[in-house]
């Protein structure tokens, strides 16, 4: 299954110069089990910003336009979407596109799920999700984060699966 995951604050912010503009360690242990195990999908950008890359039991994949890119033995490098695409296709597992802002743009008619953490606050951002059509998506799950001393923002775990083309159309 393709999946996109992400936290945004209230007004759609995902990053800030090139970082998370929040420090939530729940979102971060909620990104952990639901990618732990499976593929993920980053840009070049995205990778370089992982304090230590590559994450840890996950098949990493970046995709970068420059030829001469060289990540840490073992990630995956590509160079355009058909490449990723044949990826996507042969994985036997999850495939979770992590970021940045380009990659959600490229796959979003492809993503079957989306997993986002919504943060109840307001941060200074220079990067915002992509537009989502809601109407194409139900929501599965939500569920509240517990706020507390090291997690200071209210925040809630969401999951959506597309609706089925059919589905939509007998509405």
């Not at 036997?92 to 799920?113: C, K, P, S, W, Y």
């Amino acid at each position: 299954m393709l999946t996109f995951i992400w936290a945004e604050d209230e007004n759609g912010v995902i990053g800030d110069k090139g970082t998370i503009p929040w420090q939530l360690p729940a979102d971060m242990t909620f990104f952990k089990e639901t990618t732990w195990g499976g593929a993920v999908v980053m840009g070049r950008k995205t990778y370089d910003s992982i304090p230590h890359p590559p994450l840890k039991n996950r098949e990493n994949v970046v995709l970068t336009r420059d030829l001469n890119y060289q990540a840490a033995p073992g990630v995956k490098v590509y160079h355009n979407k058909e490449e990723i695409m044949d990826f996507i296709c042969a994985y036997r597992g999850d495939v979770h596109i992590i970021g940045g802002t380009a990659l959600f743009q490229m796959f979003r008619e492809e993503v079957e799920r989306l997993y986002r953490t919504v943060i109840h606050a307001s941060f200074p951002g220079d990067t915002y999700m992509v537009p989502i059509d809601w109407k194409e998506w139900k929501l599965i799950n939500c569920q509240k984060g517990t706020v507390n001393e090291k997690n200071l923002y209210p925040h809630d775990f969401q999951i959506f699966d597309r609706i089925k083309e059919s589905s939509v159309q007998n509405k």
